[in-house]
């Protein structure tokens, strides 16, 4: 099914995270371009970032690429083609902006802990992150990362050792300053 402008009108919060997080946990990969640095809405080869899985096909155009979701919405809000599409962007600009950090900021692994934390600061439920991650098999990279770590028991620590000042055998000019010092001051 294909997201429309009016459809789009109908989302709440939670329909809008819960579309973004399937489609990018299901492509499990960044939208960029040939260079891989650049993230796209749409990339060449069929990927899309969090926002580009919601700008209708009429609505979307090559010149929209580069450009923050604000910055899409003020373009489009004065266009008979995309003011609808401009005030859905208007409406959960805050959601949006996160979900596009997300996309952009992290690795594909991260994804499932920072969409928690994004459904979290918009008192959103994540129940499409657990069903992805029952499906797959995976589980958070933070209960993966609490596991692989190894921690030190309090009695191994040498805490004298710990409180001693680090030695690292730089003056970074200490010298030259006090030389300067002792030249204009004598």
């Not at 910055?71 to 489009?76: E, N, S």
């Amino acid at each position: 099914m294909k997201l429309t402008s009016t459809m789009l009108s109908t989302l709440q919060p939670q329909d809008v995270f819960d579309i973004v997080a399937w489609h990018l946990l299901r492509q499990n990969a960044r939208a960029t371009g040939f260079d891989r640095v650049k993230c796209l809405y749409r990339a060449p080869d069929g990927k899309r970032c969090a926002i580009g899985w919601l700008i209708p096909d009429d609505v979307y155009s090559k010149a929209l690429e580069f450009f923050g979701v604000h910055d899409i919405a003020a373009r489009l809000i004065e266009t008979d083609y995309g003011a609808q599409f401009a005030r859905f962007l208007y409406v959960h600009m805050p959601l949006l902006r996160d979900l596009q950090a997300l996309h952009d900021a992290n690795l594909p692994v991260e994804w499932p802990v920072v969409l928690r934390e994004v459904a979290q600061r918009h008192r959103l439920n994540t129940v499409v992150v657990m069903h992805h991650e029952r499906l797959h098999g995976s589980e958070p990279v933070a209960r993966r990362e609490a596991q692989r770590r190894p921690v030190a028991p309090a009695f191994m620590l040498d805490l004298k050792q710990l409180s001693k000042p680090v030695a690292t055998g730089v003056s970074h000019g200490r010298e030259e300053r006090e030389e300067a010092r002792e030249v204009c001051c004598a």
